[in-house]
């Protein structure tokens, strides 16, 4: 049968579980403000039963630590989902400095300054000005001035893509060292889990490989890949080895083309690097898709339009009655050798309004059909099968519809992200009111146990008096 | 169930969101265009691409119009003053011819000629801002001079037969000069200059051959009547252009109010959408501030 003494030893056991899982239900509350801290949750254990001539008898309780609330699939899942959000908030960032080197021009009738597409009409417009007084020195003037505006934003734009460019090759190779010295953190992470905790949840160390492996997946895209013994092995999501439980492979950066190429060991991994996802992947796709197709299109506007032009102007007659040669061309823009490089190079090669030929070849300067032709490249298919305006205007639209898609993408991932981390949250975090109950439970419970433990002991004092009362008070 | 402890941060999202609408749509109120950037209507930013296109193009053309305009009133005023120089000719001419007159009288009426031919040429030879109007494409050289050498003299035509037109924004070509040669010295009988130098070599001499002199009044006639018909076509010009001119400017009108309705901001919708967003965001403050309130916590109510 069960004693006294084993009763004292029961309740005394049941008052350390309840000071042990006090201090949990404490370390939650202090924890609950600290980033990355998993919610822990007391584990109570029944010890065996004795068996004592033939009864079973209870024998309390003992506390066995502390169980971290933790879904991995859940924290996978929000990690994936992290990944592409801060891909397309990247690109985003970068596509809302493309689209704001081309605002819409709100004004109606005369030409701003920065809007390529005004210029542009200026450009042809005037020459069509010119078609009403070939000879006249103000009215050729301002062909050369129009031309100038529009080659200076046409270059200007150019420039600025290409400087937006080189800072987001910037801010990708930056992101290399903070990727390298969290995939180094997680491999020691993973070497401590495997050695402490390998078949259960490592708390706190867990913790911090978590909120290592959100950060990551803030910047790349990866694959996490549970091993045994709760290892982790992380690779791109092109499958390149990052993390192979205990060791870590390096991201390392070169110089190829002119910007940065990343690499694991040896393979070049940009291009997935730049599907993969994460702020890397973002900037990767914004610095060799978004930005050098806008690039293109201004390319091929600038060359389209410097070329017909100038072969125009060659082939017709100036004011002074001279026609271009092939040893003294009379170019009005410095003429393109290749699509490539056309829009920064765009400037104007002519000084001498008296150049302009207005007049048809062996005409005299009185002539405008040569004016009138140049006037009306601006209704031809000169660009790319569309006449320049059209080309413009489809450049714009394709880039806005471009950011636009990329936002509402953004919009739906961020809600994503808010969504799978209001589940992870109401798992994982430390839930005030839940502590409080805890707490209070926790409480009753070792009031009780102090209680019975009183009750055991005046009980006790009783045996050993054996009825006289005042041997033992 | 449990719930997120941390709802307050996502109402901090929302409310964050709350005030950036409201900064859009504060911006749209103070400039007055609804779309800043691409992206907010990428279909509309490409259309008004094309319709600024259209509404500078009717600009130029309106400007150009304005030009050319004087340059063809010029000329068919000139071509009226030559009309009437010519008028004056004929019937000094036939007052010549009818036998009546005496040696003298017909060397003052081929003096007076002369100098009618004089005034036509420096008629023909008319410059508008420097531009000589009736030489073709060879507008910096006057196109007619008069050599006495032969008998009855010759007024040689120096430009060229070039005709330039003006491109409206549809594509309608007007054309702006008639070539000298096509009106003062036409082939045979339409020369008004081969007509004039014949009468005054007739009566240079003061004896009159009367059937010489009436063939040369007559062509002088003809020629006279050819002017008129060259006068026609440019006044036709000056009609198209008028009308082109219209057309433009109310298509310029057009285009302007659909490009204002696609790019403006309309006040009242963009104010409704403020005030509703503004409401939105008082809600969210009134609705942290209560849940924020230490009163909500378990622990507050324990002793």
């Known amino acids: ?168 090759n910037q801010d990708a190779s930056g992101i290399t060292s903070q990727v390298n010295s969290l995939t180094g953190a997680i491999a020691q992470l993973n070497q401590q889990i495997q050695s402490t905790s390998p078949s259960a949840d490592a708390g706190t160390l867990e913790d911090q490989r978590q909120q290592d492996l959100s950060q990551l997946s803030k910047l790349i895209g990866i694959n996490q890949i549970t091993t045994e013994n709760n290892g982790l092995s992380i690779t791109t999501t092109s499958g390149q080895l990052l993390v192979s ?117 062996g005409q005299g300067a009185g002539d405008n059909s040569n004016a ?45 992200v808010t969504q799978l981390q209001t589940q992870n949250d109401a798992l994982s975090s430390v839930n005030l009111n839940d502590e409080a109950s805890s707490m209070e439970t926790l409480e009753r419970s070792y009031q009780a146990a102090s209680q019975v433990f009183t009750m055991l002991d005046r009980i006790m004092t009783s045996v050993l008096n054996l009825g006289v009362q005042t041997a033992v008070s | 169930m449990r719930v997120d402890p941390n709802y307050i941060s996502n109402l901090a999202t929302s409310l964050d969101q709350a005030q950036a609408n409201q900064e859009q749509l504060t911006a749209e109120l103070s400039s007055g265009v609804s779309i800043t950037a691409l992206s907010q209507n990428p279909t509309a930013s490409g259309q008004n691409v094309l319709l600024i296109n259209q509404i500078q193009q009717d600009d130029s053309f309106t400007q150009s119009s304005n030009l050319v305009t004087g340059q063809l009133q010029v000329a068919d005023s000139t071509l009226g003053s030559v009309v009437s120089q010519l008028t ?13 007159m005496n040696a003298s009288n017909v060397k ?53 037969q070039n005709i330039n037109y003006l491109e409206t924004p549809n594509g309608q070509k007007i054309q702006l000069n008639v070539p000298g040669s096509q009106i003062f010295s036409g082939s045979g009988a339409k020369s008004v200059f081969g007509a004039l130098n014949s009468l005054v070599a007739d009566y240079s001499s003061g004896a009159v051959n009367t059937a010489q002199a009436v063939t040369d009044t007559e062509a002088l006639g003809t020629a006279m009547n050819y002017v008129s018909q060259q006068r026609v076509t440019i006044d036709n010009s000056i009609t198209q252009l008028t009308a082109a001119s219209e057309a433009v400017t109310s298509d310029q009108t057009q285009l302007t109010a659909a490009q204002t309705n696609l790019m403006q901001a309309d006040v009242a919708t963009v104010s409704t959408q403020l005030s509703l967003s503004e409401t939105q965001q008082t809600a969210l403050e009134d609705v942290i501030a209560q849940l924020d309130s230490a009163s909500n916590s378990l622990f507050s109510k324990l002793q």
């Open chain 2, 88 to 100: 004056q000719a004929i019937s000094l001419a036939t007052s010549a011819n009818n036998g009546t």
């Open chain 1, 245 to 361: 439980e205990g060791s870590s492979f390096q991201l390392t950066t070169g110089s190829a083309g002119g910007v940065t190429h990343f690499y694991v060991g040896t393979t070049d991994v940009t291009s997935q690097l730049a599907s993969g996802g994460g702020e890397l992947g973002g900037y990767l796709t914004a610095r060799d898709q978004d930005i050098p197709s806008v690039m293109n299109s201004l390319d091929q506007l600038a060359f389209s339009v410097s070329t017909q032009v100038n072969t125009l102007n060659d082939s017709g007659t100036d004011l002074d009655g001279v026609s271009g040669t092939v040893a003294n061309p009379l170019y009005i823009f410095s003429q393109p050798t290749a699509v490539a490089g056309s829009a920064a190079n765009m400037s104007v090669a002519m000084t001498d309004p008296n150049q302009i030929a207005a007049a048809g070849l």
């Open chain 1, 372 to 416: 009138v032709a140049m006037a009306s490249l601006a209704s031809q298919l000169i660009a790319n099968g569309q006449t320049p305006t059209n080309y413009y205007s489809n450049l714009v639209s394709t880039l806005g519809a471009t950011v636009s898609s990329v936002q509402t993408e953004n919009t739906a991932q961020n809600a994503s």
């Open chain 1, 1 to 168: 049968m069960g004693t006294i003494s084993s009763a004292f030893s029961l309740m005394s056991g049941a008052l350390n579980a309840d000071q042990s899982a006090l201090s949990i239900v404490a370390n939650n509350v202090a924890s609950a403000n600290t980033p990355g801290y998993t919610a822990e949750t007391p584990n109570w254990q029944e010890n065996a039963p004795i068996q004592i001539n033939g009864v079973s008898y209870g024998s309390g309780v003992t506390q066995t630590g502390a169980t971290s609330l933790r879904d991995r699939v859940l924290e996978e899942r929000l990690d994936q989902q992290r990944q592409l959000a801060s891909a397309s908030g990247a690109r985003l960032t970068a596509l809302n400095s493309v689209q704001a080197l081309f605002t819409p021009d709100s004004g109606s009738a005369s030409a701003k300054a920065g809007d390529i597409g005004s210029d542009m009409t200026s450009f042809f417009s005037s020459f069509a000005s010119l078609e009403a007084n070939p000879t006249n020195n103000a009215l050729r003037q301002q062909v050369l001035s129009s031309a100038s505006t529009l080659a200076g934003d046409v270059s200007n734009a150019a420039a600025s893509l290409n400087g937006q460019r080189a800072a987001l």
């Open chain 2, 108 to 160: 003052s009426i081929g003096n007076q000629i002369s100098g009618i031919l004089n005034e036509v040429q420096s008629l023909a030879n008319t410059n508008y801002q420097g531009q000589y109007i009736f030489a073709g494409g060879q507008t910096s050289t006057s196109p007619f001079s008069t050599s006495n050498a032969t008998s009855p003299a010759a007024t040689i035509y120096n430009g060229d």
